[in-house]
């Protein structure tokens, strides 16, 4: 067992000491077995909730409702969640009640896709009563049970399905694939922000083309905000390498500007994301259309989103990244000033030697500066900004 599995083996033997069941369980067996990279580790236990809180010092109530107690270990935080088997779903988002059980096989089939649904025991066994080992071996994506009863009970696992086929490159099982589009309409029932974040994990994947292609070809397309508007375009979208880019605000800065999209603010308000990712989304989009960022560009960007801008230029033109940022690197570095509060001279000296009335002039003024400093028309010396500004003014 691999060693990031240290801290969850001292709290399942804390767990079993005590008489109860516990097993790694959900994306850390999954991701273990594909020998990918581990993200949080989830335990499901026979323990009640109240019982595991007792047994560890540190424990966070964080989704007690539903039966789940961080455990703190070594600072990190394990995910404990009580066996447990869904009520009826009344409002489509979660279900109406959750009723504690004691057997493992209950829990396991409650959850969405049989690669998530193998528990894996202290010693390494593995409780894998769907099949998901094998169709992790076929690299298959498939709900345990009826796909078309699981999207009815919860329609959001349509888009982990469709995360989960671009994030590790596997293919829709034929009826999972079929119920997808066939219960698209179902989705409009859940919340914005939750579907937001399955689509934003799904255009980090590797096969965040087929899966675009797959959602504009398809229902989807009008159970998700805005897309349907932009069928036209959405050829574009397959081509981009999506996974050249680093950061979210990237993802979308690409989505937005090959779909053409004209008013950013109001399509990721649609998708519920934040005002400050909206800000730099449009920051970002704003430069996109420029076969190479100026200098004034670099400087107004600042050094972490001039590289940002440039990584999503280079991915949407389908040229490779790594030289690039570096010399934009290298470029913003070596401007003659990086923030106004570097320049020589202030607002101060400007209406001292101009002898106005303060204004907005000063600023327009401090800009044409900051601009003549920055393409370096003028050294950055109080002196010498202040004879440029005198024969700017006289020309
Ligand atoms: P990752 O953490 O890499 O995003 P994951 O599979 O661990 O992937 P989580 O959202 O952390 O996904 O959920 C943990 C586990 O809980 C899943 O593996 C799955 O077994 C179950 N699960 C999560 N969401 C659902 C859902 N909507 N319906 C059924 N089971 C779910
Ligand atoms: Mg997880």
């Known amino acids: 067992m691999s060693d990031l599995f240290r801290g969850a083996r001292v709290i399942m033997g804390k767990l079993l000491q ?5 097993y790694l369980v959900g994306g850390c067996v999954r991701d273990y077995l594909l020998n990918r990279e581990i993200g949080d580790i989830d335990i499901a236990t026979s323990a009640r909730p109240e019982e595991v809180r007792s047994l560890f010092s540190k424990t966070i109530p964080v989704g007690i409702e539903h039966g789940t107690v961080i455990v703190r270990m070594e600072h990190v935080s394990y995910e404990v969640t009580t066996f447990r088997k869904e009520g009826t779903y009344t409002d489509r988002r979660h279900p109406s009640s959750v009723e504690y059980i004691d057997s493992l096989v209950e829990d396991l089939s409650r959850r969405d896709f049989t690669i998530n649904a193998i528990a894996m025991d202290e010693d390494g066994n593995l409780h894998d009563p769907f099949g998901g080992r094998q169709h992790l071996k076929e690299k298959k994506i498939k709900t345990v049970g009826a796909a078309e009863k699981r999207f009815m009970e919860d329609p959001l696992r349509i888009m982990r399905a469709l995360r989960f086929w671009s994030v590790l490159g596997f293919t829709l099982e034929a009826e999972t694939e079929k119920a997808c589009t066939a219960l698209a309409d179902q989705l409009k029932a859940i919340a914005v922000e939750r579907i937001a974040m399955e689509f934003i994990k799904l255009l980090r994947g590797v096969e965040a083309p087929s899966c675009l292609k797959f959602i504009f070809k398809s229902e989807l397309v009008f159970s998700l905000p805005e897309l349907h508007r932009y069928k036209n375009s959405a050829n574009s979208l397959y081509g981009v390498q999506w996974t050249g880019l680093e950061h979210d605000e990237e993802r979308w800065a690409a989505l937005l500007f090959v779909l053409g999209v004209e008013d950013s603010a109001a399509f990721l308000k649609a998708w519920k994301q934040s005002n400050a990712l909206i800000r730099s989304v449009q920051q970002l989009i704003g430069y996109l259309g420029k076969d190479e960022l100026a200098r004034m560009d670099l400087y107004d960007l600042g050094e972490e989103q001039a590289v940002s801008c440039q990584r999503v230029m ?16 290298k470029r913003f570095r070596e401007l003659p000033i990086h923030q106004r509060k570097q320049l020589a001279i202030n607002g101060k000296d400007v209406v001292k030697d101009n002898e106005r009335m303060k204004g907005p002039w000063i600023q327009e003024m401090l800009r044409k500066i900051e601009q003549a400093v920055v393409e370096g028309e003028v050294i950055n010396e109080k002196s010498a900004i202040m004879e440029w500004v005198r024969s700017w003014k006289e020309k």
Request: proline share 5%.
């Open 18 to 22: 005590a008489g109860h069941q516990a």
């Open 314 to 329: 280079n991915v949407i033109k389908g040229k490779p990244v790594g030289e690039m940022l570096t010399l934009v690197q």
